[in-house]
Structures are given as structure tokens and as C-alpha cells.
């Protein structure tokens, strides 16, 4: 039984070795000699890529995360299939559809197949899209990675401290435990940033001031450094892309209201009194409808207090309904539930409820829509039409000559129905009405009763600032 035994034994590990080998040559067939990366932005990333295989190859493909990203891309080399082929690919980030912000992180790999039928793959690799104009260092701390170039590395942990502080401060509203990486690009003057923005916003934002901007489905940020407001702008992007990660689902239904009221109440250092803004539009009656706008409006006069309701509102919520219903509120848009469902199943009131409680709690009139019947159009009685003639005769409508029924010194003839306005140029090349009297604009106006107003608010708003950053103090854990 030994004699046969050993035999039978070795039969079975040439067996599995000879197996093994003739796996490792069909997967040896082909042959990845050398593959990378390169960051060539703004303009792109180019991809290479070098294999030998004995048939010829048929396909290379570039498998791409981008980011935080859960879903890939799949692009295919171009080239003439050979047994060995040196091939490139450029991927293109100067497009709006293939745009990936400077700081990203891509994983990637390679799959090569020939006309045999073998295949072969790259282990995953990364590579940082740094904005290929600059020489970057970084900063990191707890995950988050502050990238800039220049001497400004105080900035930059500036900047890193105050995303820190952000994320601590927010975890209780958004019910975030688990921290993913957030990648950070630090530019130091606005003609540095524009060049690393999308294609496109770079022409509309020309003329603005951006300071800051977030990529929240990717979880990259931009910030402006060189900004007076640096850090509360950091601050205020990193809550959008914590905000995407507590209540983001596959149907975007976070509202704009909450998303920015969200950003402002975990903004360190905001910019603006809010408070001063909310009291202006109550006193003025210009309270915003907020919780049934779908989106900011487009009129400039009012986007500060839109700003300024979607704080206090959602203030309101945190601070005195209570954090844990936020966190709630929050995982029922992520679940697919529309804000008025999750409202509703979070507070147990309807959307328009707590709009109006938070409006009796500022002491704002409260909110009634419109009703259905205000937005048909009010009906005009239709005139009989008759038949015109020249001769008054029963069922008709007499015209009457101008000339030939009326003497000539008796003829008056009608006015035409319309208004004449005589303009005179101003020393500003602005028109003015006839009357002598300059029609001033609605945004200067609004402007000088917002400053006069601030003037007279500012010591009940430096009072109730500090009231409000004590009850902020209290709720922080």
C-alpha cells in the first residue's frame, strides 16, 4: 500500500502544478510592460500604456472612479492592433462633460485582451489631478488634504483648522460619524481660480468675486485663499458636500432652502447679519414664501434674504426643535422621500405648518398661498360685434365721415389714445422722466433702507448676535 500510495500522491501534484502552470502561461500570453499617468490640467489627463502579448491585441480599455464617485467611466484606447502596441489616451478636462476639479483623486486601471481571447488587468492605481500650472505641497489632518503652492502655508492650515471645526460642529445635525476624505485646492488670487474652474462658469464669473466652490458628489472644494472671508467660505462648501453625503439620493431632492440654510448655519464665520437681513424683510414685508420656492430667485435684491430666511429657518429647527429630528429629516430625503414626506414624518406637520411656526416664532406675519382661484385669469365680457355702415340702420354700427358730416370749424378731432414721455440725458447717460424728476432705481433704493436700517439695527443686532452664538454655544456638543 506505501509503493502505491507515493506514486498516486505524485500524480496528484504534478497534476496540480502542471494546472497552475498552464494558467499562469495563458494569463502570461499577455505581457503589461509599463502603464501610468500624468496631470496635464486644466486641458486633461494623459493615460499610457505598454503590452506585448503573442496574438495580436484586440482591446485596451481604462476603467475610472472619479473621487467619492460610486459609479466609473470606461473609455477605450485608440491604435492599430499589433502584438505589441505603446499606446495613449487623453482624457480631456476642458469640456463641461469631462470636467474633473483640481485636487481629485482618481483611481484607475487597465484591461488588455487580444484576439486569443486572453485577458489581463492592472492592479487599481491613483493618481492626484493637480492643476499642472502650479507646484503643489499639502496639508492634512483627519482626512482632509489642503493643497497650495506659494508661501502660504499658514492659509492653508487656516483653512484646514476651519473645516475641522465644521465637520465637529455639524455631526450632531447631520448624523455623520464616518468621515470620508475631502480634497481641498487652495488658490491665492481670482485670475488662479478662474483658470481651475469649469469651462464655461470661468466666462459667466468673470466679472464676480467666487470665492469658494464645492463638487459635493465628488468631494472636492475650491477655495479662494486669498479671501478676507477664506475661511468661513471654506466652511460653508464643506457643509454642502457633508449635506450631500447625509441626505443626497439618486432624485436630488434636497431643497435649495435647506442645502443653503444648512451652509449657513454651519458657516464659522459668516459674512453677512443675517439677523439684520431677516428683520429688514419683516419689517418691510418682504418676507419670503421660503419652504415653496423650489430654488433661490433670480432677483439680486432678494437673494440676501433668501440667504438670510433658509439660516434663520433652519436655525430654528436645529436649535429649538431639536438636532436628532434634523438627523431624521435628513435620512428620509436620502431614503427618496420628497420634502414634504419627510417633513411630515419627521415633525409630524406639514410643510406649510412649520414655516408658519418658525414665522410666529420670529414674529412674521404667517404664510398664506395663493388660492387656486387666484391664479385663473378674471374673465372680460365680450363685446357684441355689428356690422359696420356708413347710414344708421337697425343691427349695425354708424361711421361717420370726419369731413363730410361736420362744418369745418366745428371739426375736433379725436386725440389718439397714447402717452408721449419727453427724455432729457442725464451727466450719466441714464434717462429721466419729462416731469424734471429722476425715477430712481429699485435696487438703490432697496440698498439705502437696508443700510439705513442696519444703522439703526446695529446695537439690537449686535445684542441679539450674541444671544444667538450663546444658544449656538449651548447646542454644540
Not at 505598454?50 to 467619492?68: K, N, P, T
Not at 434674504?305 to 429649538?320: A, D, F, L, P
Not at 429699485?442 to 439695527?457: H, N, Q
Amino acid at each position: 500500500m506505501k509503493i502505491i500510495n507515493v506514486p498516486i500522491i505524485l500524480l496528484a501534484l504534478i497534476c496540480s502544478f502542471g494546472f497552475q502552470g498552464l494558467i499562469s502561461a495563458s494569463s502570461g500570453d499577455i505581457e503589461i510592460s509599463s502603464h501610468g499617468s500624468a496631470s496635464e490640467f486644466p486641458e486633461g489627463i494623459r493615460f499610457s500604456i505598454e503590452v506585448y502579448s503573442e496574438d495580436v491585441v484586440e482591446e485596451i480599455a481604462l476603467r475610472m472612479r472619479i473621487g467619492q464617485q460610486k459609479s466609473g467611466v470606461y473609455q477605450y484606447f485608440e491604435f492599430e492592433p499589433e502584438k505589441k502596441v505603446v499606446a495613449e489616451l487623453f482624457w480631456k478636462t476642458n469640456t463641461s462633460s469631462k470636467y474633473i476639479p483640481p485636487g481629485t483623486i482618481l483611481e484607475y486601471s487597465f484591461e488588455v485582451s487580444d484576439l486569443a481571447g486572453n485577458k489581463r488587468e492592472t492592479e487599481t492605481s491613483q493618481i492626484v489631478v493637480y492643476d499642472s500650472r502650479f507646484q503643489w505641497e499639502e496639508v492634512e489632518e483627519e482626512g482632509i488634504n489642503v493643497a497650495y503652492h506659494g508661501p502660504v502655508e499658514s492659509r492653508a492650515v487656516e483653512i484646514l483648522d476651519a473645516i475641522i471645526q465644521t465637520m465637529d460642529f455639524m455631526e450632531p445635525v447631520l448624523g455623520q460619524t464616518d468621515r470620508k476624505p475631502i480634497r481641498v485646492t487652495m488658490y491665492n488670487n481670482v485670475s488662479e481660480m478662474l483658470g481651475g474652474m469649469p469651462p464655461g462658469s470661468s466666462t459667466i464669473r468673470r466679472e464676480l468675486i467666487t470665492e469658494g466652490q464645492a463638487f459635493t458628489k465628488i468631494g472636492t472644494l475650491l477655495v479662494l485663499g486669498g479671501g478676507r472671508l477664506s475661511e468661513g467660505t471654506a466652511s460653508h462648501e464643506v457643509t454642502h458636500i457633508l449635506v450631500e453625503r447625509a441626505a443626497g439620493s439618486i432624485y436630488n431632492n434636497i431643497p435649495s432652502w435647506l442645502n443653503e440654510g444648512l451652509a449657513e448655519f454651519g458657516n464659522l464665520s459668516p459674512s453677512f447679519s443675517y439677523d439684520v437681513a431677516v428683520d429688514f424683510a419683516v419689517h418691510s414685508g418682504r418676507l419670503l414664501p421660503i419652504t415653496s420656492m423650489p430654488s433661490m430667485p433670480g432677483d439680486p435684491e432678494d437673494v440676501i434674504m433668501y440667504y438670510g430666511q433658509s439660516m434663520s429657518i433652519v436655525e430654528y429647527m436645529v436649535v429649538r426643535l431639536g438636532p436628532t429630528k434634523m438627523v431624521h429629516l435628513l435620512s428620509r430625503l436620502k431614503s427618496g422621500e420628497n420634502i414634504d414626506e419627510a417633513i411630515l414624518s419627521t415633525y409630524g406637520i406639514s410643510k406649510l405648518e412649520l414655516e408658519n411656526s418658525w414665522r410666529a416664532y420670529i414674529g412674521a406675519p404667517l404664510y398664506e398661498p395663493p388660492t387656486e382661484a387666484s391664479y385663473l385669469p378674471t374673465p372680460m365680457p365680450r363685446s357684441e360685434v355689428k356690422v359696420f355702415s356708413l347710414t344708421p340702420q337697425a343691427g349695425s354700427t354708424a361711421v361717420e365721415s370726419l369731413t363730410g358730416n361736420v362744418p369745418q370749424d366745428e371739426m375736433v378731432l379725436e386725440e389718439p389714445i397714447s402717452v408721449t414721455v419727453k427724455l432729457e440725458e442725464t451727466t450719466d447717460g441714464r434717462s429721466c422722466g419729462g416731469l424734471g424728476q429722476s425715477i430712481p432705481d429699485g435696487s438703490v433704493l432697496l440698498l439705502g433702507s437696508l443700510l439705513l436700517f442696519v444703522g439703526l439695527k446695529r446695537p439690537f443686532s449686535q445684542v441679539h448676535g450674541k444671544l444667538n452664538r450663546r444658544n449656538r454655544q449651548e447646542f454644540k456638543p
